[in-house]
């Protein structure tokens, strides 16, 4: 992933960035989240978040790497909802 503009809120995608690397249920990380979860069928590592005015987002936990101008960050974790609902008042993310 890219960050671009001015924004700190705004993302911009590369036409064909690399996939993410989703966590196995056995990483350090996913065992440090407040509620991890596992995918039985992928053996992955599941987040959970909900949000004050009642949004929630629940998917896969992974690491990527950042790129900000000429500097790479990599291993960045990042959940990748794709069960999202609510308003997400005031919430920033990316579309995986």
């Known amino acids: 992933m890219e960050i671009t503009g001015s924004s700190p809120t705004r993302f911009s995608t590369r036409e064909n960035p690399p996939p993410f690397s989703s966590l196995p249920c056995s990483s350090p990380l996913c065992r440090h989240l407040d509620s991890p979860g596992c995918s ?4 992955t590592c599941l987040y959970q978040v909900s949000y004050g005015d009642g949004s929630f987002t629940f998917d896969d936990f992974s690491t990527e790497t950042l790129t900000f101008r000429h500097s790479k960050i990599p291993k960045v974790a990042l959940g990748c909802g794709h069960d999202n609902e609510g308003l997400f008042v005031g919430a920033v993310g990316e579309a995986c």
């Open 40 to 43: 039985s069928k992928s053996k």
